[in-house]
């Protein structure tokens, strides 16, 4: 059963940066996406990425974030840059559209003000 390891989160403070990678071990040929879910709040869609490249961002965080991609790793990354209190909450990465299967832990991103 595949599950997509996400990793790279942590503790920065505001106007920082962080790198979040996606891992799968195997190719998943498809759209991918992250995800963030803040306390309290339902898990919300961050950024997408299709297979040839094409990028696309949640208004919050367009300018400021950067979705991309490596086939032969068979990982996504987010480039995380001018991070906001806002932002904090646990990363995912999926498929889209969305497979319940791949879902994995999750990495944590805390950003103090």
């Known amino acids: 059963q595949e599950q997509l390891v996400e990793s790279g989160g942590g503790l920065v403070q505001a106007g920082g940066s962080l790198r979040l990678s996606c891992a799968a071990s195997k190719t998943i040929f498809s759209t991918m996406a992250w995800y963030r879910q803040a306390p309290g709040k339902q898990r919300e869609w961050v950024a997408t990425?299709?297979?040839?490249?094409?990028?696309n961002y949640d208004d919050s965080v367009k300018a400021r974030f950067i979705i991309s991609r490596d086939h032969v790793k068979n990982t996504i990354f987010l480039q995380m840059n001018n991070l906001k209190p806002e932002d904090t909450g646990v990363y995912y990465c999926n498929t889209v559209p969305i497979n319940t299967l791949y879902w994995g832990q999750g990495t944590q991103v805390t950003v103090s003000s």
């Open positions: 990425i299709t297979t040839r490249g094409f990028a």
